[in-house]
T-cell receptor, first 111, second 110 residues
Framework: KAGVTQTPRYLIKTRGQQVTLSCSPI?????VSWYQQTPGQGLQFLFE???????NKGNFPGRFSGRQFSNSRSEMNVSTLELGDSALYLC??????????FGSGTRLTVV | AQRVTQPEKLLSVFKGAPVELKCNYS??????LFWYVQYSRQRLQLLLR??SRESIKGFTADLNKGETSFHLKKPFAQEEDSAMYYC????????????FGQGTRLTINP
């Protein structure tokens, strides 16, 4: 079966712009989580969506938001981009907390 | 606070030698622990989880609640084991999420 698909793979944006990242989970998985990966901070939890509702949220500013659609696909939005937002953004889907399947990520570069 | 510590950022061993990647955690309650691996240019993938007690690619990990550790071991390293390894804890308190360690880059020398 298809894995977790993230688009686009790469993005270059300018400071102050906004960006939207997309994640399609494994079929049947209703939970989608987002993580930010940077060399300095490692993997940090952004938020989790389940059945179109944000179920959990990490310690990120309000510029980071997301949503989930009825088909479980999820989008993450970052507004007013800052240089420090440059990172690999990972999406993970799960059927239950027994294991998360990660996508390949979207590498965002803010210039 | 829930925390996962991987004390070694880099670990280098020779092919055929034993490997141990250290992981310590702080968590009040019964933790659910995982090891994830990221090979070069590949996505992060689950290697093993403590509740299943299975061995994957020759790796095992034992949960030691007394020492709050979940070290990853393999008796004989292979070159294809070179990768980034992350220990993770599933947090059930507050925001339910995976809490990752900083990772250990394992290099197997021929």
């Amino acid at each position: 079966k298809a894995g977790v698909t993230q688009t686009p793979r790469y993005l270059i944006k300018t400071r102050g712009q906004q960006v939207t990242l997309s994640c399609s989970p494994i079929s049947g998985h209703r939970s989608v989580s987002w993580y930010q990966q940077t060399p300095g901070q490692g993997l940090q939890f952004l938020f989790e969506y389940f059945s179109e509702t944000q179920r959990n949220k990490g310690n990120f500013p309000g510029r980071f938001s997301g949503r989930q659609f009825s088909n479980s696909r999820s989008e993450m939005n970052v507004s007013t981009l800052e240089l420090g937002d440059s990172a690999l953004y990972l999406c993970a889907s799960s059927l239950n907390r027994a294991g998360y399947t990660f996508g390949s990520g979207t590498r965002l570069t803010v210039v | 606070a829930q925390r996962v510590t991987q004390p070694e950022k880099l670990l280098s061993v020779f092919k055929g030698a034993p490997v141990e990647l250290k992981c310590n955690y702080s968590y009040s309650g019964s933790p659910e622990l995982f090891w994830y691996v990221q090979y070069s240019r590949q996505r992060l993938q689950l290697l093993l989880r403590h509740i299943s007690r299975e061995s994957i690619k020759g790796f095992t990990a034992d949960l030691n609640k007394g020492e709050t550790s979940f070290h990853l071991k393999k008796p004989f390293a292979q070159e294809e084991d070179s990768a980034m390894y992350y220990c993770a804890l599933f947090n059930l308190q507050g925001a339910q999420k995976l809490v990752f360690g900083q990772g250990t880059r394992l290099t197997i020398n021929p």
